[in-house]
């Protein structure tokens, strides 16, 4: 997700969310291997509740108690 932000794709994507979806059979349709890893990370990042509002990225370090 830093690459779309540091690419200027990322407005886009927040605009429109279902973008992402196109985004990922794209890159299953051009480079496989790496369509198979922005797919399972987009899920796995839907598990911590990515959304728009954070540019889809997710804070993945623990809270200190």
């Known amino acids: 997700m830093k690459l779309l932000i540091v690419v200027g794709l990322m407005p886009f994507l927040v605009r429109y969310p279902w973008l992402l979806f196109g985004t990922a059979f794209v890159l299953l349709g051009v480079v496989f291997p790496l369509g198979i890893v922005f797919t399972v990370t987009g899920v ?11 540019n889809f990225l997710v804070n993945l370090e623990r809270p200190t108690s």
């Open 44 to 54: 796995a990042a839907m598990h911590y509740g990515a959304g728009a509002k954070g």
